[in-house]
């Protein structure tokens, strides 16, 4: 049982690492070129839906601090794993503008 949880622990973090916290932006070329950036957040809380809210609470406050409003963002992925005495979160969140 050790060995999947580390497993899964090791899975996450490769997982998460995959996607950076502050994604190069993307635009289109024309008169309105848009920017979308990706923005990931991760959290530990007691259930699954709390360690999910927490992680895209933490998105949500990076994309804020590239100056993006919720508004602008959707959610890409939600996603958690059973950790010891809790639940990691991670999410992933769109945002263009």
Known sequence: MKKLLLSAAVLAAITCAAVPATAAPVTQQGASALETRLFDGRQIGN???????????????????????????????TSYLPTSGGYDGSAVISCTR
């Open 47 to 77: 259930t699954p839906s709390q360690a999910i809210q927490g992680a895209l609470d933490a998105a949500y406050n990076r994309a804020s601090w590239a100056g993006f409003s919720r508004s602008q963002c959707s959610v890409v992925r």
